[in-house]
């Protein structure tokens, strides 16, 4: 892949943040998206096989308590089926 491809914006979420990256990058005499990058770079290597694994036994715990896991995001389906004695409880 073209590095020109390769681009991601980040929003950074604090001004401390963003001023930290700053000071990174000034006393390396880099850029601010390299600092950025360097840092995701040093997070994926720790994070990445945790993050996938999570997810694996996440998965697998659904499918223990639903007997599978949901495969969208669509809206779950709530409804129920109301008993044949519905209205006892109301004193109907």
Do not use: C
């Amino acid at each position: 892949m073209d590095k020109k491809d390769q681009r991601i914006n980040v929003t950074l979420f604090s001004t401390q943040e963003y001023k930290m990256v700053e000071a990174l990058a000034e006393l390396h005499g880099t850029s601010l998206s390299l600092v950025v990058a360097k840092g995701f770079s040093e997070w994926l290597k720790r994070h990445f096989i945790l993050e996938v694994e999570s997810f694996r036994d996440a998965e697998l715990h659904l499918k223990k308590i639903n007997g599978s896991a949901p495969t969208t995001l669509a809206e779950p389906d709530l409804s129920f089926k109301e008993d044949e004695d519905q209205h006892l409880w109301r004193g109907k």
